[in-house]
């Protein structure tokens, strides 16, 4: 079974950025599809990105595209969610999940991380 552990979280102001990391722990780490989620105060978790088990294939909200990039380094069982440009709309704790397909409802992941928060200033 493989662990994941976020890392990365912080403060920073508007227009900054920040890089999470996802470490996985397991020898399946790479065949697996990686995602974030974020969840803010009194609202629903709400996917952000995936990528596939190779990094060849990747899918972003809306609300996150052309500003996040998503990567993955499977030979160091990590991948990476490198956030510009960031708003204060962005402020959530990060999940990063594990499964099987590059899915992005929350509920079709069975691996989860335990977050990392980030939070922006106006």
């Known amino acids: 079974q493989v662990q994941l552990v976020e890392s990365g979280g912080g403060l920073v102001q508007a227009g900054g950025s920040l890089r999470l990391s996802c470490a996985a722990s397991?020898?399946?780490?790479?065949?697996?599809?990686v995602a974030w989620f974020r969840q803010a105060p009194g609202k629903e978790r709400e996917f952000v990105s995936v990528?596939?088990?190779?990094?060849?294939?990747?899918y972003y909200a809306d609300s996150v595209k052309g500003r996040f990039i998503i990567s993955r380094d499977n030979a160091k069982n990590t991948v990476y969610l490198q956030m510009n440009s960031l708003k204060p709309e962005d402020t959530a704790v990060y999940y990063c999940?594990?499964?099987?397909?590059?899915?992005?409802?929350?509920?079709?992941?069975?691996?989860w991380g335990q977050g990392t928060q980030v939070t922006v200033s106006s």
């Open positions: 397991g020898r399946t780490f790479s065949s697996y599809a």
């Open positions: 990528i596939n088990w190779n990094g060849a294939l990747t």
């Open positions: 999940a594990g499964g099987s397909h590059s899915y992005t409802t929350h509920a079709r992941y069975d691996v």
